[in-house]
């Protein structure tokens, strides 16, 4: 006989149910409508130190139907060791009733709703937005902006380069896999000429990219969060303070935004994607940096995009014996 299974009473998705509920293009459109939303409230995140390097990340956030906390760990030593750097859940509650509705997969919302605020500043900005795309940093985020950009753009072709020459060929092949050709390079600067879409998303501890672009690039910078963090140097931020311009995810940046804070720039008089999505917003020619540091807002959007009934997948269907 065939019988559908019952949801698990208690809302606890895992990684690919979650996943399975924020599609590409609609969390995009989820953030830039939350951005447009006055009833968001998102109060400042709380981070705490935990041993060798890691910590707990705890950021609630608010519309006029639901309220969410994530609560999520970030461990970098786990690098190399089998176990995810990000691990934790998303909490969300019908603001009505009070009940707890889902449990979402802490890092997948986090990997999703990264690369599509990504993807939205480059629907707004990129000049170039069919690529290719060169990616600077093999983890979760490497492939899920591949993912975001391919599906999200057509991006059709992809330049991967990681100080993993494996974690390199290992991104590469899951990117052939969504059906963009694929190529390794060993030097992200020599690389960068070549390609108009750059997102670096590595660890954010050292300098990945010095050169300056070509004058129709859009550079997502999304590994960096903290003031002491950085990846593009000092005097490339200020190439696209000068001969460019710069975007910030939120106005949050002002103390996070460790790449533009080594530059000495007033991040404070930098616009937001909020001044993007609402308009109207007028680019200067060059070259475009959009610099992401991460906001409760973007999971509140993904838990928003969960929680509706038209995004709920099927529950599947078993055959077992009568």
Known sequence: MLFAPAPDPSGTLNAAATAALLP????????????QDRTVSVPARSVLAL????????????DSTVAMTKLITLTPANAGTGRPAIQGDVVVFDIATGERRRVLDGPTVTARRTAAVSLLAARHLAQVPQGPLLIVGAGVQGLAHAQAFVHGLGVQE???TSRSAHSAELLAEQVRALGASVRVVADADAAAPHCPLIVTCTPGHSIVLTTPPRPDAFVAAVGAF?????????SLCQHFAHDGHIVVDTEDACHEAGDLLQAGLDVGTLPTLRDVVRGPFTARTGPVLFKSCGWAGWDLAAARLAMRPAALPALPVTETSP
């Open 51 to 62: 041993p060798q390097g890691a910590s707990l990340f705890v950021m609630p956030a608010t």
């Open 226 to 234: 903290t003031p002491t963090m950085a990846e593009l140097s000092p």
């Open 158 to 160: 992809v330049w991967v």
């Open 24 to 35: 590409w293009g609609p969390l995009a459109d989820e953030i830039s409508a939350l951005l």
